[in-house]
């Protein structure tokens, strides 16, 4: 079976704090994708980051990076230096063969 | 903008009612996904359509059906509507040559169904 779990449901910091949002995935596949999403006050997903399962290659964007490690089953997401504008819901997700998991994603209060 | 529109954005029906939602899809893309995001959930995904054939289903029932058009726009169909259908409704589209399951999905902002 797929599951995501994001064990963090609220999460607050203040602004230029670093901050890390922890996805957890179950899948018995060998092919698979996780991605990262944000959800901003108006509904719309944003794409962040793709990764598949056979890149364990950590990704740096600007403030935001990625590290994907196959022996815990993690796909964590860091903001460096956070911003106001950061504030949202975070989604991870697992996308396996058209199929597609979501955690139950974690919500980002950055307060100036 | 992600190119891919909702409608409606916001609506009421009640028990027992049917609903169409609709979704145009980001221009070549001919890829198209369903999902229901209940408040304060993540996104569940209902089906996915390819080239106007359903490729993909979550775990909802029958009530749930969709159609995909030959512009790729798609629609949603839920039939006998019950409380806990209230949800937030999104589409997602992608390109053949980035399939859903590879690529990047592109989303609207979604439907939100009230079912009293």
């Known amino acids: 079976a797929q599951k995501v779990t994001q064990a963090q449901t609220e999460i607050s910091v203040v602004e230029k704090e670093d901050v890390t949002l922890d996805c957890v995935y179950e899948t018995r596949d060998t092919t698979y994708y996780l991605f990262w999403y944000k959800q901003p006050p108006s509904g719309e997903l944003v794409f962040l980051i793709r990764r598949n399962s056979f890149d364990e290659q950590n990704e740096i964007s600007g403030r935001y990076s990625w590290n994907f490690q196959k022996s815990t089953s993690s796909f964590n997401f860091t903001i460096t230096a956070s911003q106001v504008v950061d504030s949202a819901v975070y989604f991870c997700?697992?996308?396996?063969?058209?199929?597609?998991?979501f955690g139950s994603g974690t919500k980002l209060n950055v307060k100036p | 903008e992600t190119g891919v529109t909702q409608s409606p954005t916001h609506l009421i029906k009640t028990r027992g009612q049917q609903v169409t939602l609709r979704c145009s899809s980001q221009?070549?893309?001919?890829?198209v996904s369903w999902y229901q995001q209940a408040l304060g959930q993540g996104p569940q995904f209902i089906f996915q359509?390819?080239?106007?054939?359903?490729?993909g289903r979550g775990n909802f029932p029958p009530r749930f059906s969709g159609l995909q058009f030959p512009n790729y726009s798609s629609e949603l169909n839920v039939n006998a509507l019950e409380l806990d259908d209230s949800a937030l409704y999104l589409c997602?589209?992608?390109?053949?040559?980035?399939?859903?399951?590879?690529?990047?999905?592109?989303f609207g902002e979604g439907s939100r169904l009230t079912v009293l």
């Open positions: 359509y390819y080239r106007e054939e359903e490729n």
């Open positions: 997602a589209s992608s390109s053949e040559l980035l399939r859903a399951d590879t690529g990047e999905l592109f």
């Open positions: 997700a697992l996308i396996n063969f058209n199929k597609f998991y």
């Open positions: 221009s070549g893309h001919n890829t």
